[in-house]
């Protein structure tokens, strides 16, 4: 096996949520160029379509299923469409979220919860979900953020606090399931990526952010993808517990 063929998923099966837009897109067209089945999951269901024709474009196997991550039932709905139809599940990205922008002396407590509840409760609920039947060598990747590590000038209490919580969780269920179970789990930190969530920032926001960063300049989604793919296959086989901020620099700076 040459270094090169270390990053293929030939014989896989990725599950990924909020597959619907943005860099989830970029995530399942990624996983599908390099060799896997995709399961595609996001509440906008119809949006699904457009992802599923990229996957199916790389000679690769497509479902589309609605799910509210937030709603543990369509989570375990979400695997065991993937187990009937696909066959297996070797592969989550837990890539569903929201995001806000609103003062903590403002933010209502529904607002606050529905962050929680969808990026970091439902990311539990799916790895729990797919955790139940993934075997030996399998991936769970978790999308948090660099404000999970850092801050960004904007007030994101309820956003920054479900991606640290997720880089949390992500310790704690690699300590639990890599040994026993064979089953990596990590987190990626994104720094500015273009997105609906990047769409939505002040004017000359992202401008004023930029000399914070190493690299003076947002993320291609590609570059984002080409991690995932990284930490999904064996070329990242003895990586676990880990979080990879993806940023330019800016965490360090």
Do not use: H
Request: net charge negative.
């Amino acid at each position: 096996m040459t270094v090169v063929d270390l990053f293929r998923l030939d014989g896989k099966v990725a599950v990924v949520t909020g597959a619907s837009s943005g860099l989830g897109v970029a995530f399942a067209q990624a996983l599908a160029e390099a060799g896997a089945d995709v399961a595609l999951g996001a509440r906008r269901v119809e949006r699904l379509a457009e992802t599923a024709a990229l996957v199916e474009g790389a000679g690769r196997r497509a479902i589309s299923v609605g799910t509210d991550v937030a709603n543990p039932d369509d989570c375990q709905r979400l695997v065991d469409e993937t187990v009937a139809q696909l066959g297996r599940v070797d592969i989550l990205v837990n890539n569903a979220g929201v995001g806000t922008a609103v003062p903590a002396t403002r933010e209502t407590p529904e607002q606050f919860r529905r962050v929680i509840d969808i990026n970091l409760n439902g990311c539990y609920w799916m790895a729990q979900a797919c955790g139940r039947v993934m075997g030996e060598g399998s991936s769970i990747i978790n999308i948090s953020s660099i404000l999970g590590i850092t801050t960004a000038g904007l007030p994101q209490a309820a956003y920054a606090a479900s991606k640290a919580g997720l880089i949390g969780l992500t310790r704690d269920l690699a300590q639990q399931w890599t040994g026993r179970k064979g089953i990596r789990v990590n987190a990626i930190a994104p720094g500015f990526f273009t997105s609906e969530m990047t769409d939505e920032y002040p004017p000359g926001y992202l401008d004023a952010m930029t000399p914070r960063m190493i690299i003076p300049r947002k993320g291609d989604p590609a570059e984002l993808a080409a991690t995932v793919v990284f930490l999904a296959s064996p070329a990242g086989g003895y990586i676990t517990g880990q979080t990879l901020a993806v940023d330019g620099g800016l965490t360090i700076t």
